[in-house]
């Protein structure tokens, strides 16, 4: 999709239905699935916000932009995941968190963007955190300044995320699940699953 027409599309994506947890839950492990809204309000989850941010790359495509986290000793280590983080006392909303968490990791200013929309809020059970995406784009590729926190950071276009065959599983072994079947993504060779995956179909149905 060219950036043109995914501006021109902006108005629509501010008034269209959220496909919500049912499109969340087509991306979703199984070990998601057990968790129900009151069984997520009785672990008193901690508040987040990532962001989902778009772009045109050189030829003009919509890209959006993922982050390989850094290697630690943690639940979440060298996952793909969107720039964010947890809501601080000095945020004013969880959009703002979105937009400070953006900066922080990289570097991107939020006088250069703007925010579409929030979509449905996911829950994480590994780190018990409800993330709240937001959907954002800026008018041009940003320059990028990664702090600590984040490996690298890749861009996907819109094309790749739309095109059902970059749907898949794999096979897993983490801190906290050993040989588990996930559905994932599979975009520029990296491996895109949990979390991410679920707020990235919600948004890819939103989009088509």
């Known amino acids: 999709m060219k950036f043109n027409d995914f501006l021109n599309n902006i108005q629509q994506l501010k008034s269209a239905t959220l496909g919500g947890l049912e499109a969340q839950f087509r991306l979703a492990p199984k070990m998601r699935l057990q968790y129900s809204a009151e069984k997520i ?40 995941s969107f720039p964010g983080g947890k809501i601080e006392d000095n945020d004013k909303n969880l959009e703002e968190t979105a937009l400070r968490e953006t900066f922080e ?6 006088e250069l ?3 579409i929309r929030e979509i449905t809020d996911v829950y994480i059970p590994p780190s018990n955190f409800l993330a709240s ?20 950071t890749f861009d996907v276009t819109l094309k790749d995320l739309l095109d059902d065959t970059n749907i898949s599983s794999i096979n897993i072994s983490t801190s906290y699940a050993k040989n588990v ?12 699953w949990g979390a991410t995956a679920m707020i990235l179909n919600e948004i890819k149905e939103l989009l088509k």
């Not at 990791?105 to 939020?110: A, P």
């Not at 937001?134 to 690298?152: D, G, R, S």
């Not at 559905?183 to 895109?192: A, G, Q, R, S």
């Open 41 to 80: 309000a009785a672990s008193n989850p901690k508040k987040a916000a990532v962001l989902a941010l778009f772009y045109p790359n050189e030829t003009n495509e919509t890209c959006f932009l993922l982050t390989q986290r850094a290697s630690y000793n943690g639940t979440h280590s060298a996952q793909i």
């Open 105 to 110: 990791e990289v570097g991107i200013q939020k």
């Open 113 to 115: 963007i703007t925010v």
């Open 133 to 152: 995406p937001f959907m954002a784009y800026t008018p041009q590729k940003p320059n990028l300044k990664i702090n600590h926190e984040v490996a690298h």
């Open 181 to 192: 079947e996930v559905p994932c993504f599979k975009l520029n060779d990296y491996i895109v």
